[in-house]
Each structure stands twice: as structure tokens, then as C-alpha cells.
């Protein structure tokens, strides 16, 4: 016999009629329709999500236990059964697809048939027997997915993206580290990909250090919006049906439990209809990724050759890069960055777009919203590593070919500007080109300057 038809099954009902329940599955009748009605990508959400849906629910059992609108054993059972879940018990019972019924309904009714079940057993009843402990009348009290969903969107926000803070620190470190290292190093500029005036590599490396400081400084502000909850708006952000000092008393348990600053939003009304705050945190990811993107490429550009490029820096050799041609090692980890970050840029197109598409009192489009912005967190958050551990404090540089360009670079002619003018100082520069001799021959021997003007003026490492 197969699996299917050994399989035992429970009934269970809800107001549109009896559906059938694996026997063994702590999740219900909602869940079961949505699997039915969801099969779209087979990606259910991120744990973290489902935690802090938990942690609100934790939150609301203790407040309603203590309020007297739940039993205290009763309530005392769902604080016990978020907490097995909290410590890893039970995911695989979360199944429902990231593409669901709006609102994040489906997967909100998932963790309260959950919790519900679990807390059922632990009473002593049997799955299913909801006159125990009931999803939406004990666990789901007080609440509605259109306040306790977007919290818990906060929640998982902050909590993942301590970790990507974390990283971007870490990475932001080891490009200051290469800055300090490769200090004494001149090197050609280059604008519009051309000759320009003298660097040294360690101020170039400077530069991302600084950018990746800024970047990381601009998540951490976004992040203090995502702090202000609308818990205890209820269904439309009146707070129907929840009990007189609820809303504190949630945020008081919520700070205790998560260990976030969660505050109180000033109008619930605004915290249900607007997702801003989603938008403007997946704003700076965006701002992260478009600088690392930059950087990427140019130590991808820096890394050309090794024998056809610039070849002024050496990247780390992590593979072999090519299935053809024997020896050939490419900077794939760079090129990954750019992948992720290019996933981040559409996660926030499509995150602008699920944004600006609620209407009055709730926006529905608020699964794909938590979707895409716990995906963007969690990418960046593993490429950064990666990019800090495997490609960025490995980095080693050229000096010698690096000092070649920068001798060589015409852009060098700029600092005789206030001495003989610019249009003669072209005129060098036309000449070094069409005859291919360095500017410093030309000038010596035009005699425009002696040769220790020459020396001191055009030394790379002054012009620095």
C-alpha cells in the first residue's frame, strides 16, 4: 500500500463544511485549505517569521491570562506550546506557501492551529478537539491578522537583520584593514575608465570602507521605524474586542520577550494602512546593494588579466573557473555579490509595488512584503559574509604594476596646470600620445622644466 492510503486522517470543520486532516498534523482546517489553495512555489516562510508570529502569540496569552479574558490554564497551555515551538519543536507543521490569501491570513490561522493543538495535547484532549483550547477564540484572542501579522513582519525585520549589521561591520572592518595595508601604494586614477590624476591604493580602499560604514549606518536608521507596532488595533485599528491596558501591556511583553525597543505606534490607524516602514528599510538594503554592486565590479575590473587586464590586484583563487579552459580562475565571489544584490534590487521593486497597493484600513499584499524583505536580509546577510571572508581579506595588490600605470598615466600632466597653463599642459599630452614617449621625456626636453622640477613635481606619491 502506499503511504496515502495507509495514511490516517481526523475531520474537521469550519463554516464552509468538513475537510479531511492527516491525523499526526498539528495544524487544522484552515491550514489544510490554504495548502489546497496555495500550491504555488513551494516556499513557505522563513522560521524566523513564524517566531515572531509565536512571540506575539506568547505575548497575547500572558496579557489575556493576567486581563482575566483567558482561562489561566488555558492560557497558561499556549504560553507553554509557543514556547516548544520557540525552542524548535513543530516546523514542519508550518506549510503554508508564501503566496497565500492576502493579508497573511492563511499562515496566521496556521501558527494558531498550531499552537492550539499542541496546547490541546498538553491538556490532555486529542487533536482537532477545539472545545479544549480553540485557534481563534483562546489563541487568537484579542487579535486579528491585520495587527498581529504586521508586528510580527517587524519583529523578524529587526530581529534577522541584527546578523546583516553585523556583517556589513565585519566587512566594513576588513576593507579598512586593506586601506591601512596598502597605503604606500600609488596607482593610476581613473575617470570615465581613463587616465587620471595619481591615488594610492589605500585611500581608493578608503573610499569603500567609508561607503560601507554609511550604508550600514543608513539600515540601522530605518530600522527604528520598523520599532513602532500597531498590536491592539485589532480588525480595522479600533481595538475591538481587546480589553482595557491591552495595548501596553502587549508592548511591555513583547520588548521583554523579543528583546527589541518595540514601541506603541502613535495612530494604530496609520500602523495598519501604510507600510512605509517596509518600504523605507528595503530602501537602504537597497542603497547597501547598488554600493556593493560598485565595489564589486571593481575589484572585479582591478583583478583583470592576469596577463590581458589591469592586474593590479590579486583576488583570492577559491575554484577552478572554467569547465574548458585548463588553469583559469575567475572572481567568482564578486560576481555572486552582484547576483544577490540584483535579487535585493527586485525584492524592493516588488516590495514598492506591494506598498502602494492597500486600501483603507489594510494593505493585503503584506505576505509578499514579509517574503521579499526576509529574503533580502538573509541573502545579504550570507553574501556579505562571504564576500568579507573569502574574497575582501584576501585581497592582495600588484605594487609593481600599479606604479608602472601611475608613472605612465597621463593624468600626471595635471599638476603643471598652475605652471605652465592647461592648454600647454595638453599639448604634452597630445604629444605623449601620438608618439607613445612619457610625458616627463617630452617636457625635459622641450625644456619647459629641469630635471629636478620634473622629479619633485611629478612624483606620483606627492601628488597623493
Do not use: W
Not at 515551538?85 to 508550518?94: A, H, R, Y
Request: aromatic share 6%; hydrophobic share 40%; with cysteine.
Amino acid at each position: 500500500m502506499s503511504d496515502k492510503q495507509t495514511m490516517s486522517f481526523r475531520k474537521e470543520k469550519d463554516y464552509l463544511g468538513e475537510m479531511k486532516i492527516p491525523a499526526n498534523a498539528y495544524y487544522g482546517v484552515q491550514t489544510a485549505r490554504a495548502i489546497e489553495n496555495f500550491p504555488i512555489s513551494g516556499c513557505t516562510s522563513q522560521p524566523i517569521f513564524t517566531t515572531a508570529i509565536v512571540y506575539v502569540k506568547k505575548a497575547a496569552a500572558m496579557v489575556n491570562s493576567e486581563t482575566g479574558r483567558l482561562d489561566r490554564k488555558i492560557g497558561a497551555a499556549i504560553t507553554e506550546a509557543c514556547d516548544r515551538i520557540l525552542k524548535g519543536e513543530f516546523q514542519e507543521q508550518f506549510c503554508v506557501d508564501v503566496y497565500q490569501a492576502g493579508a497573511g491570513t492563511s499562515h496566521h490561522m496556521n501558527v494558531n492551529e498550531v499552537i492550539a493543538n499542541i496546547a490541546i495535547e498538553m491538556l490532555g484532549g486529542e487533536k482537532g478537539d477545539y472545545s479544549v483550547v480553540h485557534p481563534n477564540d483562546d489563541v487568537n484572542c484579542g487579535q486579528s491578522t491585520n495587527d498581529v501579522y504586521p508586528t510580527a513582519m517587524r519583529i523578524a525585520a529587526l530581529l534577522s537583520s541584527k546578523k546583516l549589521i553585523a556583517n556589513v561591520s565585519d566587512l566594513t572592518d576588513a576593507f579598512d584593514l586593506k586601506a591601512n595595508a596598502f597605503d604606500t601604494i600609488v596607482k593610476s586614477g581613473r575617470t570615465h575608465l581613463q587616465d587620471a590624476v595619481p591615488i594610492r591604493v589605500g585611500q581608493e580602499f578608503s573610499g569603500y570602507k567609508e561607503t560601507l560604514l554609511k550604508a550600514n549606518t543608513g539600515i540601522e536608521k530605518a530600522g527604528e521605524s520598523l520599532k513602532e507596532s500597531g498590536i491592539g488595533g485589532s480588525a480595522a485599528g479600533t481595538g475591538i474586542n481587546t480589553p482595557p491596558g491591552y495595548i501596553p501591556k502587549m508592548i511591555e511583553y513583547l520588548r521583554e520577550i523579543t528583546g527589541l525597543d518595540i514601541v506603541a505606534s502613535k495612530n494604530r490607524f496609520e500602523a495598519m494602512q501604510s507600510n512605509r516602514p517596509f518600504v523605507e528599510f528595503s530602501g537602504a538594503l537597497r542603497a547597501l546593494s547598488v554600493e556593493l554592486i560598485r565595489i564589486a565590479n571593481d575589484l572585479r575590473l582591478m583583478n583583470s588579466g592576469p596577463n590581458t587586464g589591469l592586474a593590479e590586484i590579486n583576488l583570492p583563487a577559491v575554484q577552478p573557473g572554467s569547465s574548458i579552459m585548463p588553469g583559469k580562475v575567475n572572481p567568482v565571489i564578486p560576481e555572486m555579490l552582484t547576483m544577490v544584490c540584483f535579487s535585493v534590487i527586485g525584492n524592493d521593486t516588488s516590495i514598492m509595488l506591494a506598498a502602494q497597493a492597500g486600501q483603507f484600513e489594510l494593505n493585503v499584499m503584506m505576505p509578499l512584503i514579509q517574503h521579499k524583505i526576509l529574503d533580502s536580509i538573509l541573502i545579504l546577510t550570507n553574501a556579505v559574509k562571504v564576500f568579507d571572508e573569502k574574497c575582501v581579506r584576501g585581497i592582495t595588490v600588484n605594487k609593481e604594476k600599479c606604479e608602472d600605470y601611475a608613472v605612465k598615466s597621463l593624468g600626471i600632466v595635471t599638476i603643471l596646470n598652475p605652471i605652465i597653463g592647461y592648454a600647454n599642459a595638453a599639448e604634452v599630452v597630445k604629444e605623449s600620445m601620438k608618439t607613445g614617449r612619457s610625458a616627463k621625456e617630452i617636457i625635459l626636453e622641450k625644456k619647459i622644466l629641469t630635471k629636478e622640477q620634473v622629479d619633485t613635481l611629478l612624483s606620483p606619491r606627492s601628488m597623493t
